[in-house]
């Protein structure tokens, strides 16, 4: 979360909100919901809305930037608590509703608002490391074939499953799970 030093403590709890709302009724109505709705779900005004986030890119791009990070750190959760096959399939679930939950993102991030610029680059400082550590660590157990790329897991994660999905993306990720495990 993109927070200035030195927030006051009402300050932070108020963008926290804003940013938990958006990201709640982004994922369910898409990003073209009216800033007032995000504010009163927030229980803040609006003019705190546009205080932290002046214009509407910069709470998408906050909201999704927030969204890599909370993605990516659930990698060393999941590899922390589970086996190795079992925390690559939950991650790549958990990246799978990512991208799920992304209606109308792909058209604001090609919008060449600067907003966005950075996002690109942040997705793969942030997964890929993530995505390779898995991928290592079930490499090591021996539980998935060899050859896999964190490259080709992402493209194909982000090719099965859209945000207009009927579930077959979901379903076409289990196989895909299926696909990875080692003879």
């Not at 809305?49 to 969204?67: K, N, W």
């Not at 993530?130 to 074939?145: D, F, P, Q, T």
Request: glycine fraction near 8%; charged fraction near 25%.
């Amino acid at each position: 979360m993109a927070q200035v030093t030195g927030m006051r403590a009402d300050a932070r709890r108020s963008e926290e909100a804003v940013l938990d709302a958006a990201r709640r009724l982004f994922a369910a109505e898409g990003i073209d919901v009216p800033n007032r709705t995000i504010a009163e779900a927030a229980c803040v005004g609006v003019g705190t809305l546009y205080r932290r986030f002046p214009t509407r890119a910069d709470l998408i791009a906050a909201v999704f930037r927030q969204e890599i990070d909370d993605c990516a750190a659930a990698a060393g959760e999941l590899a922390a608590t589970r086996p190795p096959f079992e925390a690559l399939a939950e991650w790549l679930r958990r990246f799978a509703t990512f991208i799920a939950t992304k209606r109308g993102f792909s058209i604001a991030l090609h919008s060449g608002d600067p907003a966005y610029a950075g996002l690109p680059v942040h997705f793969e400082d942030r997964f890929y490391p993530a995505l390779n550590s898995l991928l290592e660590s079930a490499r090591e157990a021996g539980v998935i074939r060899n050859g896999l790329t964190s490259d080709d897991l992402v493209k194909t994660v982000a090719r099965l499953v859209s945000p207009q999905d009927t579930g077959l993306g979901e379903r076409m990720l289990e196989v895909l799970i299926d696909g990875l495990r080692a003879d």
